[in-house]
């Protein structure tokens, strides 16, 4: 009898829905296309954070072990547990700040001092200048790492300089889904804003968004461009819900009434799922990234829509930096609506600029489709598989 041949296992350690949140829609995706591509030979397991004690959640068959990010405790058994199963041949920790639990994340070096798997750190947060206590911490996780995953190579820079870190570090970028390049008129068609100029912003929002700024901004862009629709798509931000409800939300609510704006800003408030995300990125005509972060390293949203052929206009955070050239976009300053207007005004009054935009967003993020990136990544385990 041929025996059959047994899968290899990568254990992805995560957020995942269907818990709300970026970085466990990130996960999904990626899991989503390294199986689509190396599946039945390769198979990805989850060990997926919850939330606190207080929350579970409904989770698919390849969750296999879950934590809650306040047990300590839980951190150190199920990386025992992760140990004594054959099949598991490395395990991808997905880094963020914030869902792994302790101060600045300590907890998560208990998994970590446990684990005997060899493992890979994907950093979707790097702050330059850190404190010594998210230095060590950052040191302490990336001392045992077989190797780091970032997003681009500013990420390397900091890593290199202000953590003093040796590690082997691999760029691989924001992964993005295929879509076909076309211009917004179709999609906003089906949408039925046909005879709009529609401006997004999408993702969870709260108070570092910035995108009151924008709402600032947009009676002078009117006053030229007077079919401008500006689509704020997207739930409060669960942390920031908790804490104040709805209150920012309800600030700009009240600004767009104030302002007498309410044929031009329209609020989808709703976790948006990929399809939704495609579909308003085709009807759109500028994306505009408002972060006040400065410090942020990656952008999700700005992958999506420059992946998506779209404009950007963005405040000048670490990501949006290294992304948003003169010649896929324009820069502009934090807490300054009128830098919001200039912008979108001289986009919208030249559209061979736009085109030309449109064309060299869609050609600079071709590297970082699903596929792609599952074979980057790929690249990085096969040692271990």
């Known amino acids: 009898m041929i025996q059959k041949e047994k899968s290899s296992w990568i254990m992805y350690m995560s957020t995942f829905p269907p818990r709300e949140c970026g970085i466990a829609t990130f996960t999904k995706d990626l899991v989503t296309a390294m199986d689509k591509r190396f599946n039945p030979k390769i198979k990805s397991k989850i060990v997926a954070m919850n939330n606190n004690c207080t929350n579970i959640y409904n989770y698919p068959e390849n969750v296999m072990f879950q934590i809650s990010d306040t047990n ?44 005997n798997k060899p493992f890979v750190v994907t950093f979707h947060t790097v702050l330059p200048n850190p404190d010594d206590q998210i230095r060590k911490i950052v040191q302490s996780i990336a001392r045992k790492a077989a190797c780091l995953i970032v997003m681009n190579n500013l990420a390397i820079d900091i890593l290199r300089n202000d953590y003093g870190l040796n590690n082997e570090i691999i760029v691989i970028p924001h992964g993005i889904h295929p879509v076909d390049f076309n211009t917004s008129v179709k999609a906003k068609t089906g949408l039925g804003y046909k005879d709009r100029v529609i401006l997004t912003t999408f993702g969870m929002i709260k108070p570092r968004k910035g995108i009151e700024h924008v709402i600032s901004a947009l009676p002078d862009v009117i006053k030229k461009f007077p079919d401008v629709l500006y689509l704020i798509i997207g739930e409060t931000h669960p942390f920031e819900r908790k804490k104040k409800g709805e209150k920012y939300r309800n600030f700009l609510e009240k600004k767009v009434k104030e302002s007498g704006l309410q044929e031009h800003v329209k609020f989808y408030n709703k976790y948006v799922k990929l399809n939704e995300i495609i579909k308003y990125l085709e009807a759109t005509d500028i994306y505009i990234a408002t972060s006040l972060y400065q410090k942020q390293i990656t952008s999700g949203t700005i992958s999506y829509a420059m992946g998506s052929g779209r404009v950007v206009i963005s405040t000048p955070f670490l990501h949006a930096k290294d992304a948003v050239t003169p010649e896929r976009g324009l820069l502009v300053e934090f807490n300054n609506p009128k830098s919001f207007s200039d912008a979108i005004i001289k986009i919208l009054s030249d559209p061979l600029l736009k085109q030309e935009m449109e064309k060299n967003a869609y050609s600079y993020t071709r590297d970082a489709t699903w596929p792609n990136v599952a074979e980057s990544y790929m690249n990085i385990f096969k040692e271990y598989l």
């Not at 792994?100 to 001092?113: A, P």
């Open 72 to 115: 300590i405790h839980e951190y150190a058994e199920v990386a025992e547990k992760i140990n004594k199963v054959d099949s598991i041949k490395i395990v991808n920790i997905q880094h963020e700040f914030g869902i792994f639990g302790g101060r600045k994340c300590r907890y998560l070096i208990h998994f970590i001092e446990a684990l």
